[in-house]
């Protein structure tokens, strides 16, 4: 199978890697034309136009910084959809809204092509090793097609149903990830002013009924002081954002979620919007004029486990 990738960037650009690790035939195309020399140098092909590229592959994978852009890149001139024919298939792998895949989702189905909702969980470390989670939402027998494609990018395959429900999926949780963070700069302040032995904290936390996969992973670069976690603000904003808007959709009332959306305006107007989303925790810190360094935690989060072939869950 003829791979296609387009965006290369802190998410994206792992898992591309990761197809060539495992020598798939792939052709990438990003806007920046340093990121398309270093994939030229790893053994991709580059293609002219995001057009050039969906003509060229079985398989045309996006991953792009917003739905805009997402927009954009499918429906320009020498947008993917004038490239598309019978049979292709398109796997959008950003955190998306669940309205606009399907909207696109159907001017693929007009092509004859088949798309697919495939975001990703569990954080850029895992991307670089290939044991992140993928959620995709679509047509069975064309996720079972593009399964060993999933397996080599990702450890956990999860078939959620239809298209877009994979989706709304990745927007919750993307949600409770915001949420435990927010709750984590709380409860580093209180063990901060209380003088306990934050790194001793960390470890009791962890084999807590309070822990989280957010602690395990974020509290290691808070910690350290780098707040490095390869995720920002903005991005936070707009998936609480995309969470926000489909419970209005839904006529849902919410309690927190209006209240974390505030938070990280707050931070972004604090920090900045390329800002560490980790930094919001800041926030206590500035607040109570303390910080929560200690020593023996990393810089930058890497994973540990080795690469393993991914399975269906």
Excluded at 15 to 30: C, E, G, H, I, Q
Excluded at 258 to 276: H, L, M, N, T
Aim: proline share 3%; aromatic share 6%.
């Amino acid at each position: 199978m003829k791979v296609g990738f387009i965006g290369l960037g802190n998410v994206g650009g792992k898992l591309a890697r990761s197809l060539l690790r495992n020598k798939f035939d792939l052709t990438v195309r990003d806007l920046d034309q340093n990121l398309n020399k270093t994939f030229i140098d790893l053994g991709a092909k580059v293609a002219n136009s995001p057009k050039e590229l969906a003509e060229q592959v079985d398989l045309i994978i996006t991953c792009l910084p917003s739905p805009k852009i997402c927009s954009d890149v499918m429906e320009g001139k020498h947008g993917v959809l004038n490239g598309l024919s019978q049979n292709k298939i398109w796997l959008e792998m950003s955190t998306t809204d669940e309205a606009e895949i399907k909207r696109i989702g159907k001017k693929v189905i007009a092509k004859k092509a088949v798309p697919l909702d495939g975001p990703v969980s569990g954080g850029c470390h895992k991307a670089e090793s290939g044991n992140i989670a993928i959620f995709v939402g679509g047509e069975r027998s064309a996720f079972e097609k593009i399964l060993p494609v999933l397996t080599v990018m990702g450890r956990k395959i999860l078939h959620t149903g239809k298209l877009g429900t994979a989706s709304v999926l990745k927007i919750i949780t993307n949600y409770l990830a915001s949420v435990h963070l927010v709750a984590l700069g709380e409860a580093w302040t209180v063990a901060k002013k209380s003088n306990l032995d934050l790194s001793k904290i960390y470890k009791g936390i962890a084999i807590s009924s309070g822990n989280s996969f957010v602690h395990e992973t974020e509290s290691q670069v808070i910690l350290n002081g780098s707040y490095n976690i390869n995720f920002t603000m903005d991005l936070v904003l707009k998936d609480t954002g995309l969470f926000n808007d489909l419970a209005k959709k839904l006529n849902t009332p919410l309690e927190i979620s209006p209240k974390i959306v505030e938070i990280f305006k707050d931070g972004q107007k604090k920090y900045g919007s390329r800002a560490w989303s980790s930094m919001i925790v800041k926030r206590m810190e500035d607040l109570n004029k303390i910080d929560f360094r200690t020593s023996g935690f990393p810089k930058e989060l890497k994973d540990n486990e080795p690469e393993e072939k991914g399975y269906e869950i």
